[in-house]
């Protein structure tokens, strides 16, 4: 159904102030305070110019440019940067220029304005009415966010006379808005530092003691492979920098599949120099072969995905990372990074693609999804009393927030010790689901102040833990100069060792959903005791609440043995469930604009307790938006599978689960054993269509 409207743009100046509407970022449902960075600028061109043309053009210097966003960043004497802006403005080879941004009170958050604004809107408000307030804006709708009802993208359209920014500052005072953002992008920042000396066992597997290792520092990985050492079918995306695909540790026949290299746009997401080292690393923690020579990964049978990222964070990037692993059938996606801000929230559209991915990805039993907490002792989500930063780039009472970290949905790893302690840079907080070896800090490794990279106060004395012995790049080009670097560290090394175990679960019992891995990872972790206070911060905060939880240490470190064991229990019990489908084919009008609607039947003979539940529907209709669809169970309990937010499409052939259709669980446990009804209701006149047929599957 669709209807005329009549929308006032003078509504678009209600109740914001014309001095914040450029300064205020819309962000997860906050408002953070922005600050022009006064020495730079980017620009969108309308054609392509080469390395050399841009560096000799007249309004600034080239630094560099941003992947995927077709941004050209460029760098002026902060006297000249107006001057600068509409040189470029002026030029014709240029689309638009923006400025540069900082968050207030995080000078190390650098934001760069994209093309692109999301707008989530009302669940009343029609496609007509949608249209009218973009087109007052001169936006183009670009897509649906899947996930979010009512949700789009839109593209900021030529003729459009404010920034990205003002525009959803406007947008976001209309009543018909629930939340509108623009696209930023930030960089990526690795959580890792590398040191160069060689130590050729991997003790955080397993280890007999000795000197600077603690007995139990380790995961127990020898016992775990007693059960299973990982099938190919479980696939590990690491997503990072650059994979040296040639290394003999990722070889074989279906040891690497679907790669992707957002960076080129291409499908070979090798490294280009020494500098892209990290993704290898990680890689060959989790995954690494059991070939008879080299290292052996975590889950060493398990299948790797790799990605290479553009280097810079932003809507359109996570989306394109999570929707190719869930798509190209990731079971595990590993994560040893995050933003580089002190303080940043995920946007709509990033807490939605990590969504997708943890509850539709292995066919609805959901990607188990690992973050890094990061290295700068910091919490991923608190407030402290900072000092003592070079040149007070931090002070006072300083807000963390690590949006990916915190992500409900999302595993946050910290790091321990080969002695069995927290790491010195190793991020906390109430967030964290566990912990995994990893190194320990060296004296000053926060020592850094270059560009935006912000640095934590450094640690003056060498602090005794052991490196991770992991795969680098071949020869020279790595971090040592062999294949293999045996100081890899921080939380971006403990990351894929959970994600390796997490195969080794899967391996075990894929039909675990991955909320079930994360539990299970959860309650067979080992309790790390360490009473000592933190070298840094002075702080303790090693002991356990009456939850079992830790701030440094989350539920504990991971266990292998003891996770594979939990898995193989679940399996067993697991494999107990039977399965009872019931069909309807029987082609059905949809009443139009009749609150009655229609019901279909499918009698369920089975008297069990329903364990799991599934129902697939196909429907034509000329407009879908104008539906909702319940399921009845015998009991005469109704659940709402589709609310009216499918807009103008006209083929629904959808799946619902407890993972995408949460209200199902309402129905565990109850009887199978009765009459089951499809009920759909057209809520609006004009449009029609039919229910082509419907499927119910009960698992009892």
């Known amino acids: 159904m669709t209807q005329n409207v009549n929308f006032n743009d003078s509504q678009l100046n209600s109740g914001v102030p014309a001095s914040s509407l450029g300064m205020i970022l819309q962000r997860g449902g906050e ?108 936006l183009i709708k670009d897509k649906p966010v899947e996930g979010l009802p009512n949700t789009f993208v839109f593209l900021v359209g030529k003729g459009a006379t404010e920034n990205p920014i003002k525009i959803t500052n406007r947008l976001q005072s209309l009543g018909e808005v629930l939340a509108a953002e623009p696209n930023v992008i930030i960089r990526t920042e690795p959580h890792y530092k590398p040191r160069d000396t060689l130590y050729p066992q991997q003790w955080y597997l397993n280890n007999s003691g000795g000197s600077q290792l603690k007995e139990g520092a ?80 975590v889950a060493p049978g398990c299948a790797l995905m790799p990605i290479r990222t553009t280097g810079f964070l932003d809507d359109e990037s996570i989306e394109q990372i999570f929707d190719w692993a869930q798509e190209k059938g990731a079971s595990v996606i590993s994560c040893s990074w995050g933003a580089s801000a ?129 795969t680098d790049q071949l020869g020279a080009a790595g971090y040592d100069t062999g294949d293999f670097t045996s100081d890899f560290g921080g939380t971006s090394s403990a990351t894929p060792v959970v994600a390796g175990v997490a195969a080794l679960v899967l391996s075990v019992n894929p039909l675990l959903s991955a909320q079930q891995v994360k539990k299970i990872l959860q309650e067979t972790a080992d309790k790390i005791v360490d009473k000592d206070p933190d070298p840094q911060l002075l702080m303790r905060a090693g002991s356990y609440d009456a939850n079992g939880h830790s701030e440094w240490f989350g539920y504990g470190k991971v266990n292998a043995r003891n996770a594979v064991r939990a898995a ?78 499918l807009g103008r499409r006209q083929e629904l052939n959808a799946n619902y689960t407890r993972s995408s259709a949460p209200a199902l669980t309402q129905l565990i446990n109850t009887p199978s054993i009765g009459r089951w009804f499809l009920w759909v209701i057209d809520y609006a006149p004009q449009d029609v269509g039919t229910l082509n047929n419907w499927e119910l599957k009960l698992g009892t």
């Open 31 to 138: 408002e953070l305070r922005l600050q022009k960075v006064n020495d730079r600028f980017t620009v969108r061109l309308s054609r392509n110019l080469s390395t050399q043309d841009l560096a000799t053009v007249s309004w600034g210097n080239w630094r560099r440019t941003i992947p995927g966003a077709n941004l050209e960043v460029f760098t002026v004497p902060f006297s000249q940067l107006d001057t600068a802006m509409q040189q470029a403005r002026n030029s014709s080879s240029v689309d638009f220029a923006s400025h540069v941004y900082s968050v207030e009170n995080n000078p190390g958050t650098v934001v760069y304005l994209g093309d692109q604004i999301t707008v989530q809107f009302a669940p009343s408000i029609d496609a007509a009415k949608i249209n009218t307030i973009a087109a007052t804006l001169n």
């Open 218 to 297: 380790h995961i127990f990985a020898e016992q775990a492979w007693d059960v299973t050492r990982g099938v190919r079918s479980v696939v590990v995306a690491v997503v990072d920098d650059s994979f040296d695909l040639n290394h003999p540790d990722f070889q074989g026949a279906g040891k690497v599949v679907a790669p992707r290299n957002l960076k080129d746009n291409n499908f070979l997401p090798l490294p280009d120099g020494s500098a892209n080292s990290h993704g290898t690393a990680c890689a060959g923690v989790a995954v690494a072969s059991e070939n008879g020579t080299g290292i052996v990964g």
């Open 342 to 470: 002190v303080y940043f929230p995920l946007s709509l559209r990033q807490r939605a693609a990590i969504t997708r991915a943890a509850t539709k990805g292995r066919n609805g039993k959901g990607c188990v999804i690992l973050f890094a907490a990061g290295n700068a002792n910091r919490p991923i989500d608190g407030t402290l009393n900072e000092k003592n930063w070079v040149k007070n780039i931090v002070s006072g009472n300083t807000k963390w927030l690590s949006g990916f970290a915190i992500h409900p949905d999302v595993i946050a790893v910290a790091a321990t010790t080969s002695l069995g302690k927290k790491a010195a840079y190793s991020n906390w907080g109430k967030a964290i689901s566990v912990c995994a070896p990893s190194n320990n800090a060296p004296p000053g490794m926060w020592f850094q102040t270059t560009g935006y990279v912000y640095t934590t106060p450094p640690i003056a004395t060498a602090l005794p833990g052991l490196g991770v012995l992991t």
């Open 568 to 645: 193989q229990q679940s399996a067993s019990a697991t494999s107990a469930v039977r399965e009872v489908t019931g069909k309807n084919q029987n082609r059905l009008t949809i009443p139009d604009n009749d609150r009655q609607g229609m019901k279909s039947l499918i009698v369920i003979t089975d008297s069990s307790l329903v364990k799991n539940i599934e129902v697939s529907i196909s429907i034509t209709h000329d407009f879908l938006g104008d539906l909702e669809i319940y399921l009845i169970s015998p009991n005469n309990q109704r659940v709402l599978l589709q609310s009216r937010t």
